[in-house]
């Protein structure tokens, strides 16, 4: 089992920035692709981000392309996503996700979920 904590939400103003974290416990960290998914009021969940075990791959939602990055240190078992240049349409929770495949992640069917943080974005 992987037990997957998000942190680093909050309420910004619309350009501001934020830095999610997702602490990952359990089996060896360093052994999953990771991600981040997110989930605004009324609608379905979508992919935002994703890396690979060693970083050496990343994918990004074409919606946050540019303004998102991310990045893991797997020395502390953390996965991080800055957010730049936010906008209100990036209200939503935002769930940390992990799976042994990077393609689990991309296509939200990974085996290990967070309880997600809010991201409120205000205009």
């Known amino acids: 089992q992987v037990q997957l904590v998000e942190s680093g939400g909050g309420l910004v103003q619309a350009g501001g920035s934020l830095k999610l974290s997702c602490a990952g416990s359990g089996r060896t960290f360093s052994n999953y692709a990771m991600g981040w998914f997110r989930q605004a009021p009324g609608k379905e969940r979508e992919f935002v981000a994703a890396?690979?075990?060693?970083?050496?791959?990343?994918r990004y939602a074409d919606s946050v392309k540019g303004r998102c990055t991310i990045s893991r240190d797997n020395n502390k078992n953390t996965v991080f996503l800055q957010m730049n240049s936010l906008k209100p349409e990036d209200t939503a929770v935002y769930y940390c996700?992990?799976?042994?495949?990077?393609?689990?992640?991309?296509?939200?069917?990974?085996?290990?979920w967070g309880q997600g943080t809010q991201v409120t974005v205000s205009s």
């Open positions: 890396i690979s075990w060693i970083a050496t791959i990343t």
């Open positions: 996700v992990a799976d042994d495949r990077i393609a689990a992640v991309v296509s939200g069917t990974s085996d290990y």
